[in-house]
């Protein structure tokens, strides 16, 4: 597991007083309001002054950025937090932590390795691969467990998957 997670990325400047809107990577913008510091690209820590959501996005207020100009240049970049400062309800995990898992069915064969997380629409697919391509709607029905100190995800297949 890596120190920082990758959770949203500067895509604009909001106002002129130095703010930058983000776009978060997270079941909820409110997550990121909880830091009070953020890490840039290079793992550069920046302090938060202010965060607030707004329109699905997060308006963001670094010390030290009190310029439209001095915002621009964060346009672009990857935000990241430290797994250490995330506090996570019982149960609940990072979404890069489970990509490379293997993936097993209910008897234990294993179908492949977990490649990527896609987030189409209110549910997230888990795309498996293996011998074949598996689209997985990452749903109890389907998802019997998450054991990432196993190194595993047991899912259970129907016909057609």
Request: one cysteine or more; proline letters at 4%; a negative charge.
């Amino acid at each position: 597991m890596t120190e920082y997670l990758d959770c949203g990325q500067v895509v604009n400047t909001h106002g002129i007083r130095g703010e930058v809107r983000i776009v978060p990577w997270a079941d909820s913008p409110d997550f990121l309001c909880r830091f009070r510091t953020l890490y840039l690209e290079g793992d550069k820590p920046m302090a938060v002054t202010s965060c607030r959501v707004h329109k699905g996005s997060v308006i963001v207020k670094f010390q030290g950025v009190d310029t439209v100009e001095a915002a621009m240049l964060l346009k672009g970049k990857t935000v990241r937090i430290r797994r250490a400062d995330a506090k996570l309800p019982a149960g609940s995990f990072f979404l890069a932590d489970v990509i490379g898992l293997d993936v097993i069915d209910e008897a234990g064969n294993k179908l492949g390795m977990l490649k990527e997380v896609l987030s189409p629409s209110v549910q997230n697919v888990y795309v498996v691969e293996g011998e074949r391509e598996i689209l997985i709607p990452a749903v109890p029905e389907f998802v019997l467990e998450t054991n990432i100190e196993g190194g595993y995800v047991k899912v259970r297949l129907i016909e057609g998957m």
